[in-house]
């Protein structure tokens, strides 16, 4: 398995100002996947990070409200921009490592105030 | 469109008994993965354990098993000698392998599963 881990792993934040989550993996992988789990729900496809491409976004999630970086094969770095309340959630990445296991990071818990 | 379907949003079980937790699917794709995950209350996702849909075997891994099956599109998790620390959120996921997947997972709505002593 895959051993991931994320930073912050909690933050609270003034609304207007913007945090980036860092992802770290101790093996390198083609995919990384960043998730949201708003309060009381369940997780949520943000976008899918390529190494060496622009990531894709899901419906709902724009590039300039949570731009990633993929700078290499063992690290991604998602940025919340110009909080809210609304984003209040936990932030998880994820891999896929082995093939067809997947396996998550601890996850940011971000509170907006 | 894929997806996952959790009917029970809390079950409770007493501590040394088994529980099974339901998860039904629905997809396209001819080949595909499912997962069960464990959340507890500290927020980290656990993998538990993996299905493919060409396995022949249901899956195990410990206590917990995956009563897979296909026909029915059912993927129910059964933990067996339940423990305290087995109260925790779990969720069941999909993965496809064809149709464009990039690979992510497809998340039910999650069970809450609470062990009395």
């Known amino acids: 398995s895959a051993v991931i881990s994320q930073k912050p792993s909690r933050d609270i934040c003034q609304r207007g100002t913007s945090l980036t989550i860092q992802c770290q993996v101790d093996?390198?992988?083609?995919?990384m996947f960043w998730y949201r789990q708003q309060p009381g729900q369940s997780l949520t496809l943000i976008a899918t990070?390529?190494?060496?491409?622009?990531?894709?976004?899901e419906s709902g999630f724009v590039i300039d409200k949570f731009p990633i970086s993929r700078p290499n094969l063992t690290f991604s770095t998602l940025t919340v921009s110009n909080m809210s309340p609304e984003d209040s959630s936990i932030y998880l990445c994820?891999?896929?490592?082995?093939?067809?296991?997947?396996?998550f990071g601890p996850g940011t818990r971000l509170t907006v105030t | 469109a894929q997806k996952i379907t959790q009917t029970q949003p809390g079950m409770f079980v007493q501590e040394k008994e088994a529980v099974t937790l339901d998860c039904t699917y629905d997809?396209?794709?001819?080949?595909?993965?499912l997962f069960w995950y464990k959340q507890p209350s500290s927020g980290e996702m656990i993998f538990l354990i993996y299905?493919?849909?060409?396995?022949?075997q249901n899956a195990t891994e410990g206590r917990y098993s995956l009563n897979f099956q296909k026909a029915r599109k059912s993927a129910n998790l059964v933990i067996s000698a339940s423990q305290l620390g087995d109260s925790a959120m779990y969720f069941c996921?999909?993965?496809?392998?064809?149709?464009?997947?990039?690979?992510?997972?497809?998340f039910g709505k999650g069970t809450k599963l609470s062990v009395k002593p």
């Open positions: 990070a390529n190494q060496g491409s622009e990531a894709t976004y």
């Open positions: 299905q493919g849909s060409y396995d022949q």
């Open positions: 996921a999909m993965r496809g392998f064809y149709g464009g997947s990039q690979g992510n997972l497809i």
């Open positions: 997809t396209s794709d001819p080949s595909y993965g």
């Open positions: 093996s390198q992988v083609t995919m």
């Open positions: 994820s891999v896929e490592y082995p093939a067809e296991e997947q396996y």
